[in-house]
């Protein structure tokens, strides 16, 4: 064979030896754990990192879960709502700190003392009632962020107040997650945390992650789908905790003017963010505020993409998700930039 053909022929060689290769790579298999935690069940997924990586992650979970649980009495958050002050453990204390911060940020729409509101309406019992006007009325005078205080580690309440840390603590926990993962050198990770989805990186082969956003009227379908590589995509939806009265739904999500589950015409709100403490600030506080105030507050900021559900059924996302957000067959309507 002459040499020019002998190359030729060695470099076809190659060539379909590395395409055979590319098709038969070992795949990575993902490490997976499915449990129960923050009154929800999480699944996490990784894709290689150090071996420990997984139980890390859960026993991380469930270290935050200890410290923040309203239910769990020996939480830094219930032995504060039961001495009026406490010394926090410093991650606790840093959560508080944050999440007083973004109380301000979206004036009031999330706010941290609602709790004793919450209780009133047995979401945190499953006692579910309509309290009388008078009770939300009395109750209201106990909610108020601004008068938290939190000196260093220290934390206090004004008598008759209690906080609630649950509209940011999964979402708190998810940045933790990923954080801890990267350390251990995990580079793809999907964390289900209930409504709170985070994730790590892009899918092993290099795509995006694809999350479905749920169908409020209908939570077994879904509306659309975002395409996300490091993200968290956090929802608040009236359909995930709520009770019927006299043909009247109540969910979990209060507004703190009324003392009341807010009806601002919204039925879920997804948020898209690389903080997920801030897409679950934010997926609670923009569905307080609606969809033309939350719309409003996105034009202000334009640091986190968002996908507004109404209870009439009509989708409308944030100009940023134009490309990275599939409907599912519904009229979506876009956003526009200021
Ligand atoms: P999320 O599912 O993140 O929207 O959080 C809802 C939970 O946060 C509820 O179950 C309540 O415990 C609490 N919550 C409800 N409404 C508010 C509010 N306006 N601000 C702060 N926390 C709230
Ligand atoms: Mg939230």
Known sequence: MSKPRLLRALSAALALCLALCAGCAPKQEPETDTFTAMDTVMTLTLYGGEPDALAAAKDRVLELESRLSVTDPNSDVSVLNREGTAVLAPDTAELLRRA??????????????????????????????????????????????TRVRLEGDTASLPAGAEIDLGAVAKGWTGDQLAALLREKGVESALLELGGNIHTVGSKPDGSDWRVAVRDP???????????????????????????????????????????????SGLASVTVVADSGLYADALSTALFVMGRDGALDYWRAHRDFEAVLVAEDGSVTVTAGLEKSFTPSGKRVLTAADP
Request: hydrophobic letters at 40%.
């Open 100 to 145: 007083l911060e973004l109380c301000a940020q979206v004036d009031g729409a999330l706010d941290v003392t609602i709790y004793p509101v919450v209780k009133a309406w047995g979401f945190t019992t499953g006692d579910y009632t309509v309290p009388d006007g008078a009770v939300i009325a009395d109750l209201l005078t106990r909610v108020d962020y």
């Open 217 to 263: 009227a209908d939570p077994e379908g879904y509306i659309g789908v975002v395409s996300v590589a490091d993200k968290a995509v956090v929802t608040s939806g009236g359909y995930e905790r709520y009770f019927e009265e006299a043909g009247v739904r109540y969910w979990h999500i209060m507004d703190p003017k009324t003392g009341a589950p807010v009806r």
